[in-house]
């Protein structure tokens, strides 16, 4: 039988044309796929969610993104949705969250110059976006550039390079040459208690989540303000392995005190690559509390949405302290 694809369209640089303001996602779905229709792979329907630039993506187009593609999979082999890449990862990993254990293929594109442009990128990354999409395998990615890459290992690591996507901590899912898309390591699902194990769209998210990118001299008042305005959760870029300064601002007696009064923490690293692991030295161990988790090898874009996704289910606590869709690798 002959794969359908769906085509879901949300702006981003691969929309653009130039208007008074400069440019602008103007594009529609249909009109990402005329100049492809002589060379697309199989049908592809197309429908327009958004069209928007992506720094105005948030949590509650998320929910409505998810939402899109959860109806399209009912009469489609897979969907690709073209995004803006300044936030892609942050979107891919949201959204693998909400539909993990899909078990189709949804694939994210994009592209670093705008259709129209004599050097784009936009028609290659379109084609083997679909492509990847004929697969057959369940899970969210991201494809761009030669590069098939799970929702939840994807950072935008480059500005204006055309592979602006890396992969980090985890091989990349999949990638293309010559004779076509291979897939080598597909995005997992590990259904954690009290998740079931068969798909279903948990779409509700809360955003009241901060994050915070230690520096030498940050005050634990920071952390007072994080509670005061309301968050529930906070996501801590700490130094190395995991650590926080104690001496003279005390980080450490903050944070005890942030996490008893219920708000949850995830710890990740200022390195890209590897792990935080709290337990190593004296002032990592001093702060493994109740609602204190490390990230270990967590991006801090899958971080923030895990965590995001995490206070919105029923037992947020097991969430955090289990991988889900490969974004951390048990230690």
């Known amino acids: 039988m002959p794969k359908r694809l769906t085509l879901l369209a949300t702006g981003g640089t691969i929309a653009c044309t130039q208007t008074d303001q400069g440019l602008a996602p103007t594009l529609t779905a249909e009109d990402l796929l005329k100049p492809l229709r002589d060379s697309l792979p199989c049908e592809v329907v197309p429908r327009d969610v958004f069209r928007m630039d992506s720094s105005n993506m948030q949590p509650e187009e998320w ?10 999979l009912c009469d489609s082999d897979g969907v690709v949705i073209t995004h803006g890449t300044d936030t892609m990862a942050y979107t891919a990993s949201a959204l693998s969250f909400m539909l993990a254990g899909v078990p189709k293929p949804v694939v994210f594109t994009g592209s670093q110059l705008p259709l129209w442009h004599p050097l784009t990128d936009a028609r290659g990354n379109l084609r083997r976006a679909m492509v990847a999409a004929m697969q057959g395998m369940g899970g969210v990615y991201v494809s761009f550039d030669y590069r098939l890459i799970s929702g939840v290992r994807c950072v935008k690591t480059h500005t204006t390079a055309m592979d602006a996507f890396s992969s980090i901590n985890a091989p990349m899912a999949g990638h293309f040459d010559m004779e076509g898309v291979h897939i080598d390591h597909p995005q997992p699902f590990t259904p954690a208690d009290g998740l079931s194990a068969n798909y279903r769209l948990r779409d509700q998210l809360d955003a009241r989540v901060f994050l915070l990118k230690l520096v030498p001299g940050t005050s634990p008042n920071v952390f007072h303000f994080v509670r005061r305005a309301g968050y529930r959760g906070l996501v801590i870029e700490a130094f190395g392995l995991g650590g926080l300064h104690y001496i003279r601002r005390n980080l450490v007696a903050a944070l005890q005190e942030l996490a008893e009064s219920g708000v949850y923490v995830l710890v990740v690293s200022q390195c890209l690559h590897e792990k935080a692991d709290l337990t190593v030295y004296e002032v990592g161990r001093g702060m493994v509390f109740e609602h204190v988790h490390s ?12 965590l995001m996704w995490a206070l919105a289910q029923e037992d947020t606590t097991t969430l955090l302290r289990n991988p889900i869709v490969g974004e951390m690798t048990r230690f």
Not at 63 to 72: I, N
Not at 300 to 306: I, L, N
């Open 63 to 72: 929910s409505v993104l998810a939402r899109a593609v959860d109806e399209a």
């Open 295 to 306: 990230g270990r090898d967590m991006t801090t874009e899958a971080a923030v949405t895990k």
